[in-house]
């Protein structure tokens, strides 16, 4: 298993440098032992494709700012940086696995997630507070 090393520089900061901050804490939680046991359909081809390596890889989208799932293929530039990083466990999904699949996640696990993303939170110590403005933060 290779290693991360964190330096500071005075080198330009890419999108992807927080993919790794990002991965350890979702590697942290039981969040991909827990997508993994969800049952989005039966009907799916490519059952050897992982959920979490579908939300895994679509988190590491988002994290860069890209919601777009074309933008997949930015990973293919460094693909074992981007499992790694974020914890993938068999291949980076292509552009239209990923759009299939998000399509069948679609709403249905939508409160299924966002309970994992609060348990994530707190599993890490992130205890919510208040912005300047008085509005919550946290989750």
């Known amino acids: 298993m290779k290693n991360i090393k964190i330096e500071f520089t005075n080198e330009r900061i890419i999108p992807a440098?927080?993919?790794a901050v990002v991965g350890a804490i979702l590697g942290k939680s039981a969040f991909v032992k827990r997508c993994?046991?969800?049952?989005?359909?039966?009907?799916?081809?490519?059952?050897q494709i992982k959920n979490s390596d579908i939300l895994l890889t679509y988190t590491g989208l988002l994290t860069m700012g890209k919601p777009a799932y074309k933008s997949v293929h930015e990973f293919d530039d460094d693909q074992e940086f981007y499992k790694y990083?974020?914890?993938?466990?068999?291949?980076?999904?292509?552009?239209?696995?990923?759009?299939?699949?998000?399509d069948d996640i679609g709403a249905s696990l939508r409160p299924r997630i966002l309970s994992e993303n609060?348990?994530?939170?707190?599993?890490?110590?992130?205890?919510p507070g208040k912005l300047p403005n008085g509005y919550p933060c946290g989750y």
């Open 85 to 102: 990083a974020l914890g993938i466990t068999r291949s980076i999904p292509s552009e239209e696995t990923l759009r299939q699949r998000m």
């Open 17 to 19: 440098s927080g993919l």
């Open 36 to 47: 993994n046991r969800m049952d989005v359909t039966k009907n799916r081809s490519q059952h």
């Open 118 to 127: 609060i348990e994530m939170l707190r599993t890490n110590g992130i205890v």
